[in-house]
């Protein structure tokens, strides 16, 4: 079932005296209970804004987003509704919203207190809160400082179990923290969205990480999804040639080496975006037709979706060929 769904979704940031910069430029994306998808891209191709529309922490200049069946698109100045529970974030700096004044077992309860719970009671689920995280016994009376960059971001994957919520969009959870933190707390995220049967949205620029944990993958570039699906499917034959040469530039754990696609040139200012397919003036693959036509996001016969020419609807996938000599 669809416990999160986008629809057409857009944000413009307003700048003074410059034109608007649509840093996402209609994005549909659904996300079912139990279930993880990864969203990747490179820097700047808009996956934190859409994090942040998608729980409703930044207003939406078109489009739609459900949880849970309810509309909680933000619009205009608007931010989330009050009292939207169930759709949390977690961010990349847990030490940002942690109070280091406060005893960590009093930041945890606050959750259940907002819910209506008394303190005392909200003391005891903050312990055993913590305890599932993976925290010590004593840690409800100490204080942020007193905890590594990685048991930070357990405290504060606690706070977000506290206020009951059945989804999470995580953004770039595990980057600030060092490699063995970051698998630990990796683990953590995907057993609590198994037990918890929630969803999660996971937010990465480590496509080895999201290749790992995530059951669809969803890829963006300038602001659009270029390709979704399966990640399994998406990883072993790319139907977008930018996935294609994204993934390209991870190397592979099974020392295969990596497939010979570059990108030439830098993403270009997403203020102004290439007409036609914004992906034509670094592609590989480019045909003439691509620079005047925009490809829509089409599904295809196994579950995916591809915005490229190279693919039909309703077809399936078609191997991508090897890229053209330069
Ligand atoms: Fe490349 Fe054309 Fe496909 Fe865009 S539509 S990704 S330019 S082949
Ligand atoms: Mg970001």
């Known amino acids: 079932s669809t416990l999160l769904e986008a629809t057409g979704v857009a944000v413009e940031y307003h700048r003074r005296g410059a034109s608007a910069l649509r840093a996402v430029d209609g994005v549909d994306l659904s996300l079912g209970r139990g279930e993880i998808l990864g969203l990747v891209g490179e820097s700047g191709c808009g996956k934190s804004t859409l994090g942040r529309a998608l729980v409703g922490l930044q207003p939406a ?104 919520p059945s989804c999470i969009v995580a953004d770039e959870p595990i980057s600030a923290l060092d490699a063995s933190a970051q698998a630990s707390v990796a683990n953590l995220l995907v057993a609590l969205v198994r037990e918890l049967d929630m969803g999660m949205v996971f937010i990465s620029h480590d496509l080895s990480v999201v290749r790992q944990i995530a059951d669809r993958t969803a890829v963006m570039y300038l602001g659009r999804v270029v390709e979704v699906g399966p990640t399994r499917e998406i990883w072993s034959s790319p139907a977008h040639p930018y996935t294609r040469a994204l993934i390209s530039a991870v190397p592979r754990a099974d020392g295969a080496g990596v497939l010979p696609v570059e990108l030439p040139g830098d993403v270009p200012d997403p203020a102004r975006p290439p007409g036609g397919c914004r992906f034509h003036p670094r592609c590989p693959l480019a045909l003439p037709e691509c620079s005047r036509q925009d490809p829509p996001l089409a599904v295809l016969r196994d579950g995916r979706s591809a915005a490229c020419v190279l693919q039909s609807p309703g077809e399936p996938p078609r191997p991508l060929p090897e890229p053209r000599e330069a």
């Open 61 to 164: 200049a078109a489009g739609a987003v459900r949880f849970d069946g309810r509309d909680v698109t933000p619009l205009g100045r608007r931010r989330r509704e009050p009292g939207l529970r169930g759709l949390q974030m977690v961010f990349q700096d847990p030490y940002a919203s942690l109070n280091p004044r406060r005893r960590i077992g009093d930041q945890v309860g606050d959750g259940y207190v907002l819910g209506g719970t008394g303190r005392p009671e909200a003391a005891r689920r903050a312990g055993e809160l913590l305890e599932r995280v993976g925290l010590p016994a004593d840690a409800a009376r100490r204080y942020p400082h007193e905890f590594s960059g990685g048991q930070r971001q357990r405290i504060a994957i606690a706070r977000t179990l506290a206020t009951d």
